[in-house]
């Protein structure tokens, strides 16, 4: 039987997003929750035991400039 693990409202929201789109970028975070420290919700998810995968994809800032950020999802 699998244990439940007890979330804040600010983890449970990021927790969902991810199950819901199947990933979540710190951009996704901050635009449709309002999340502005995305990689320390990580690491508390984490931290409970939540299995999280991620991978660095580039992307074009305004400028057409790359950049690097980091993709993240349930494992």
């Given at each position: 039987?699998?244990?439940?693990?007890?979330?804040?409202?600010?983890?449970?929201?990021v927790?969902?997003?991810?199950?819901?789109?199947?990933?979540?970028?710190?951009?996704?975070?901050?635009?449709?929750?309002?999340?502005?420290?995305?990689?320390?919700?990580?690491?508390e998810?984490?931290?409970?035991?939540?299995?999280?995968?991620?991978e660095?994809?580039?992307?074009?800032n305004?400028?057409k400039?790359?950049?690097?950020?980091?993709?993240?999802?349930?494992a």
């Amino acid at each position: 039987m699998a244990e439940e693990i007890k979330l804040t409202k600010r983890l449970q929201r990021v927790f969902d997003y991810m199950i819901e789109f199947g990933s979540i970028t710190a951009k996704q975070a901050f635009v449709d929750l309002g999340e502005t420290q995305l990689p320390g919700a990580i690491y508390e998810l984490k931290k409970k035991g939540v299995h999280i995968g991620c991978e660095s994809m580039e992307v074009l800032n305004r400028y057409k400039e790359k950049r690097v950020v980091t993709k993240y999802w349930i494992a």
